[in-house]
C-alpha cells in the first residue's frame, strides 16, 4: 500500500490521534465541487456535496463514500472515532442526533487528515497568481470577490525549493509573498482579478507594502501565459495615464510553493480585517 509522506503536523493527527486548532484547517471553508481523499494513502473519502456548515470549527460531513470509512470506540470510551478503511489513519469523531442535517451524522474531520481533489478540470478552472504585500490582507479581499472558488497563500519567484516563511523572511531566498486565485472564469474574469488586485494594494510603493518592508512584500503579477501578460499590461498602462507610477512588476510564473497551514485563510480564522490592505476603487468599468 502507497503511503505518501507527512509532516510533522499531519503524523500528530493522523497517526497518534491529535486534534488540529478548531477554525484553523485549510478546508473548512473550502465549497469547491470535489473530492475529499486520504491524505496519507489517497483513498477517496466523502463527496463535497455531502460537506456542510456545523459552525463546530472542522470540515463536517453527513455522508460518507461508501466502504471508505472505518468506526470505533475512541480511547475516551465515549466518543466513537473515524479512520481511513485503507489504510487506518486517524480522521476525527463521528456524532449522531444533532439534527444538523437530515441525515443526522456529522463526521467532524480535521482538515490535515485529508487532501482536496477538485471536480473542476483545468480548462474551467482559471488560476492566477498575485503579490501584493503580507498575503493575509491581500488574500481577505481575493477570497471574498464572488466567482473565486478558493484561495491559497505560498511563494513564488524565488530559488530556494520549498521555502519556510523563516526562510522567505530571511530576504536570502527571492520569494515574493504570493496568492494563488483559482476562480471560475464564467463568474469572475482574469481582468476582473487584476483590476481587484491594484485596489486592494498600493502598487506605487517600491519598498514593500504599508509597514512591512523587503522583497518578499514587493507588488508583483506573475502571467502563466501570453493572454494574461496581455490584459495585466492593459491596466498598467491605463493607471500610468490616470497620473499613477505603476512599481508593480511583471514576471512569469514559476513554481508556486504553499504556505504554512497557520497562514491559510487567517483574517477569517483571526476574525479580524487586514492591518495595512484597504480597497479603494481605481476603475470605472
Not at 509532516?7 to 484553523?24: C, D, Q, S, V
Not at 442535517?101 to 480535521?110: A, D, E, F, L, Q
Not at 496581455?230 to 491596466?235: H, L, M, S
Request: net charge negative.
Amino acid at each position: 500500500m502507497q503511503h505518501y509522506p507527512l509532516t510533522p503536523e499531519e503524523e500528530a493527527i493522523i497517526l497518534h490521534k491529535g486534534t488540529e486548532r478548531p477554525f484553523t484547517g485549510k478546508y473548512l471553508n473550502n465549497k469547491e465541487e470535489g473530492t475529499y481523499v486520504c491524505k496519507r494513502c489517497g483513498a477517496p473519502l466523502y463527496h463535497s456535496h455531502d460537506k456542510f456548515d456545523s459552525g463546530c470549527g472542522w470540515p463536517s460531513f453527513d455522508d460518507e463514500i461508501e466502504g471508505a470509512i472505518r468506526k470505533q470506540t475512541d480511547a475516551d470510551g465515549r466518543r466513537t472515532e473515524i479512520l481511513c478503511a485503507k489504510c487506518g489513519a486517524h480522521l476525527g469523531h463521528v456524532f449522531t442526533g444533532e439534527q444538523l442535517t437530515p441525515k443526522n451524522t456529522r463526521h467532524c474531520v480535521n482538515s490535515l487528515s485529508m487532501s482536496f481533489v477538485p471536480a473542476r478540470t483545468t480548462a474551467d478552472t482559471g488560476i492566477a497568481y498575485f503579490a501584493g504585500g503580507c498575503f493575509w490582507g491581500t488574500e481577505y479581499y481575493f477570497a471574498q470577490a464572488p466567482g473565486v472558488l478558493s484561495t491559497t497563500v505560498g511563494y513564488m519567484g524565488g530559488h530556494k525549493p520549498s521555502p519556510t516563511y523563516k526562510d522567505v523572511c530571511s530576504g536570502m531566498t527571492g520569494h515574493y509573498e504570493t496568492n494563488e486565485i483559482k476562480y471560475d472564469p464564467e463568474k469572475i474574469s482574469y481582468s476582473d482579478l487584476v483590476k481587484l488586485f491594484f485596489e486592494i494594494h498600493d502598487f506605487t510603493q517600491t519598498d514593500g507594502q504599508g509597514p512591512d518592508i523587503g522583497q518578499q512584500y514587493l507588488s508583483v503579477i506573475f502571467y502563466q501565459n501570453e493572454a494574461q501578460k496581455i490584459i495585466v499590461e492593459k491596466y498598467m498602462n491605463e493607471l500610468t495615464g490616470k497620473g499613477f507610477s505603476v512599481a508593480t512588476r511583471l514576471l512569469p510564473a514559476t513554481t508556486f510553493w504553499v504556505a504554512e497551514d497557520y497562514h491559510q485563510d487567517y483574517y477569517q480564522k483571526k476574525g479580524s480585517t487586514p492591518y495595512c490592505h484597504v480597497r479603494r476603487h481605481i476603475f470605472n468599468d
